[in-house]
């Protein structure tokens, strides 16, 4: 579990790994519109030994491009190193969402250059299936060191994302009713971004939750264009896009870019978008608020 290009861990091998110094849990259960509830559900039960992480507060910063803004990497680090987490221990995180926002924190260890990150395979329905206990004590990790390096992340902005459309393999991990534009539950438009091919976090898990094999996952991200030129993955807030990304790791292809704000960051520009199951295509040129839709 150690070795530093292990991207999962299963339930079966996090079980035996429990009380070795250089483990830490990480619960990321969050909720669309339902704040609060995941500290409630945390509080009712978790992994032993699990401290909790907030998508909103914890794994975001206050202000900046969507929804979800990416922190600046030294606070982010000096955060988790306040809660215990440090260089040398390996981290797995989890939800019980099959890890469609656990995956925030395996992007952002590794975006801070952290080795050690770890996603559950299966979240908590995988530990739960298994038979092992939940917790309800919190622990309290004495603050370590976490230092920021290079990772192999990559990252773009809307602006430069709208030069390079057409030129880019553009991913949306949303599910396809949000990719559609017929929900948009958190956002004041629907519909995505030109180009994008819809590419739900769905389709990369099996029945059970856990990540389809290695191959599958290939052959289905190859079928959507990735792996042949730069391919960005996109969201609605930059949290579950980190899926995506995981996703095509695991399938062996090329470190896709992250486009943190993703439709949350898009929607509210003057730039064009598209409705419907097409992809859409890219206009030359921006266009007024009144002419945003593209056919």
């Known amino acids: 579990m150690s070795a530093p290009d292990r991207h999962l861990v299963s339930a079966a091998e996090l079980a035996g790994f429990l009380g070795d110094p250089r483990l ?4 990321v259960r969050w909720y669309v519109g339902e704040p609060g509830r995941n500290r409630a559900e945390y509080a009712a039960g978790h992994l032993p030994g699990a401290v909790f992480l907030d998508v909103d507060t914890d794994l975001s910063a206050p202000t900046g491009p969507g929804r979800h803004p990416l922190p600046d990497p030294d606070d982010f680090a000096a ?7 440090g260089d040398d221990h390996v981290i797995v995180a989890y939800d019980d969402a099959d890890g469609v926002y656990a995956a925030r924190l395996w992007w952002m260890l590794r975006w801070i250059g952290h080795p050690g990150a770890r996603l559950l395979d299966g979240g908590l329905r995988a530990w739960r299936a298994a038979g092992h206990a939940l917790s309800t004590d919190e622990p309290r990790h004495p603050p370590a060191t976490m230092t920021v390096h290079p990772g192999p992340t990559r990252l773009i902005d809307r602006d430069d994302l709208w030069r390079r459309l057409g030129t880019v393999v553009l991913l949306d991990a949303r599910q396809p009713d949000r990719y559609t534009g017929e929900q948009h539950p958190v956002d004041p438009l629907g519909g995505h971004i030109p180009t ?10 099996g029945p059970d939750g856990r990540f389809l094999p290695a191959e599958e996952l290939a052959r289905h991200y190859r079928a959507l264009g990735a792996g042949a030129g730069d391919t960005v ?3 609605g807030s930059g949290v579950t896009a980190c899926h995506d990304i995981l996703a095509m790791s695991l399938g062996g292809l090329p ?5 943190p704000g993703s ?12 409705t419907g199951p097409e992809p859409g295509l890219a206009s ?12």
């Open 284 to 295: 030359p040129g921006p266009l007024g608020p009144g002419e945003a839709r593209l056919p």
């Open 196 to 205: 994008a091919r819809s590419a739900p976090t769905s389709d990369n898990l």
């Open 24 to 27: 830490r849990l990480a619960d």
């Open 233 to 235: 993955a996109s969201c």
């Open 263 to 274: 439709w949350s960051d898009w929607c509210t520009s003057a730039l064009p978008y598209a």
């Open 79 to 85: 955060l988790l190193a306040g809660r215990g987490f």
């Open 255 to 259: 470190e896709p870019i992250l486009y």
